[in-house]
């Protein structure tokens, strides 16, 4: 299990609009601010949801995160060790449409594990992955015959079968079917309480956050800050019709964003 410590980030991205005045000791284009000061601890073993708006900054801070992007400022410690470019040590970052199409979806799985030697152990586990997502009998369709969320079951395989003691998500139900969505999100939760992983999930939706988060970060518009925090008690499932407190929470969240009139 991980820890990540997100220490003081900042991140700006360079502008093409001009400053309006221009004075010779500085640039003559105004940096897009995107993070400004961020502090977040993940807990190791804790399924952490940053929430914010759009644009505000989450996948920008899921990449620095990740070791793809860099922060302007401020520093990413993973287990204490600072995050100084991609590294796939324990780490699995999920991204959707990270399927190869060439590929079928036991192959696709086998990514992962590329460097198991062991054929056996291999698939045994490729093929019980595949199971628990709920694919079994498709682990030789290419993405193609596949509809969109046993796609992103498939993805969910990647990750699972290489049990990462870190899991990176980025919007992993958006685009699903109600249902599909809903499957996802349980089979996430299921996930987590079998390996507890650290997982950190960005998000912009309310309901998938209190539904499976045990940490809840909200941020701000851009330039995007921490503006709460909340630890929800562990138990599943969670529902904010039959659950006063998680309706409060959820309330709450929504007043933090600026909405008042959520129902
Ligand atoms: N490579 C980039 N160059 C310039 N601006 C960027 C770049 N990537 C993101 N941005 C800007 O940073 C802001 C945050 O983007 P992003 O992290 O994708 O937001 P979110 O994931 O919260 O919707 C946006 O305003 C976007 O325009
Ligand atoms: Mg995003």
């Given at each position: 299990m991980s820890q990540i410590l997100i220490h003081d980030l900042c991140k700006s991205?360079?502008?093409?609009?001009?400053?309006?005045?221009?004075?010779?000791?500085?640039?003559?284009?105004?940096?897009?601010?995107v993070l400004d000061h961020v502090n977040i601890k993940v807990s190791p073993g804790h399924l952490t949801c940053i929430l914010g708006p759009s644009g505000c900054g989450k996948s920008t801070l899921l990449m620095i995160v990740a070791g793809f992007d860099k922060p302007t400022s401020g520093k990413v410690l993973i287990n204490n060790k600072p995050i100084t470019g991609p590294t796939s040590d324990n780490m699995f970052v999920f991204q959707q449409g990270g399927l190869f199409p060439w590929l079928t979806v036991a192959q696709n799985v086998e990514l992962g594990l590329r460097n198991l030697q062991d054929q056996k152990e291999k698939w045994d586990k490729i093929y019980e992955a595949i199971k628990m997502v709920g694919l079994k009998g498709f682990e030789d369709h290419y993405p193609e015959q596949l509809s969109g969320g046993m796609k992103r079951r498939a993805e969910l395989a990647r990750a699972l079968v290489v049990n990462p003691k870190l899991l990176i998500m980025d919007e992993p139900f958006s685009g699903l079917d109600f249902l599909t969505h809903l499957r996802m999100r349980e089979e996430v939760v299921n996930m987590h309480e079998l390996c507890h992983q650290t997982i950190l999930i960005v998000t912009h939706d309310i309901d998938d956050a209190i539904a499976i988060g045990d940490h809840l970060i909200v941020m701000t518009d851009r330039p995007s800050r921490v503006k709460m925090e909340h630890i929800i008690e562990p138990g599943h499932p969670r529902n904010y019709e039959k659950d006063k407190e998680i309706a409060e929470l959820r309330e709450e969240i929504f007043f933090t964003l600026g909405v008042h009139y959520a129902v």
């Open positions: 991205y360079p502008n093409r609009r001009k400053k309006q005045r221009i004075t010779t000791d500085e640039t003559p284009y105004e940096p897009i601010a």
